[in-house]
């Protein structure tokens, strides 16, 4: 088995591959990967490996920006110190995950499930939705500006985002209301898709902040939301069944 490490810190690459010999001597380390730079270079090669050792934070990025410049069908075990990062969109869409410091026992674990899932392997992974699901974690911050003072909010506080008078303003679930220096397409991208929805051209609202949905005319939805807004939340007669979806969870 052909394995390439991206790994910024040496010491961790240099355990792993020890740790890779013991579990089986015959597997070879093809490369040892510190930056997205680097990566995206080697893979441009089309040197290949059979699977992917793959820690998130690297010398200059985090490795998901390497997906999002080259589509790679390589199978992934992610590594990463971080736990509160995307973990459960990790046991979804890729091989597995190992947490900081990697444990043998667990890197024999995530192994035998490639080996086991292995000619399936390139073709279930989804690095596409791994990355933005990574994106959408409910640590992100936005930006704004009251008169000369900075403030910030976290999208996990968030209960709507409401473009008025030509700016974003962020309400919160304490009825905080912020100006953003954001477009809703740009915040849009940036919140878990699980939670967010845009409603229409002014609104993206959090699950939460629904307080009564009710049938209104032409097969629209006009939604009550907390805090209070004072003006009509509709969603349109096109994005019903969506909307619908996203409630169940399905989106």
């Not at 490490?5 to 380390?29: C, S, T, W």
């Not at 995950?97 to 392997?121: G, N, S, T, V």
């Amino acid at each position: 088995m052909k394995i390439v490490i991206f790994e910024d810190e040496m010491h961790n690459a240099e355990r792993l591959k020890q740790l890779l010999h013991k579990y089986d001597p015959g597997i070879e380390v093809v490369a040892v990967i510190e930056s997205v730079a680097e990566g995206l270079k080697w893979l441009e090669q089309g040197i290949g490996a059979d699977l992917m050792m793959m820690d998130i934070q690297l010398s200059d990025g985090n490795c998901f920006e390497i997906f999002s410049k080259m589509k790679v069908s390589t199978p992934v075990i992610f590594t990463t110190a971080y736990d509160g990062f995307a973990l459960q969109a990790f046991k979804v869409n890729s091989i597995d995950y190992l947490m900081k410091p990697i444990d043998p026992d667990e890197l024999k674990r995530a192994l035998q499930k490639y080996e086991h899932f292995r000619p399936a392997a390139a073709s279930a992974i989804s690095i596409e939705k791994i990355a933005e699901e990574f994106m959408r974690r409910n640590s992100t911050r936005f930006i704004g500006k009251i008169n000369n003072q900075l403030v910030y909010v976290k999208a996990q506080d968030i209960a709507y985002l409401h473009f008025t008078k030509g700016m974003t303003v962020a309400t919160t679930v304490t009825n905080q209301r912020l100006p953003l220096d954001y477009s809703l397409d740009q915040i849009e991208k940036m919140l878990d898709r699980n939670v967010f929805f845009r409603i229409n051209r002014q609104f993206i609202i959090h699950i939460d902040a629904i307080k009564k949905i009710t049938t209104y005319y032409n097969s629209r939805l006009i939604l009550q939301l907390a805090p209070y807004v004072d003006t009509d939340v509709i969603i349109s007669r096109e994005r019903v069944a969506e909307f619908k979806s996203w409630l169940e969870g399905k989106s």
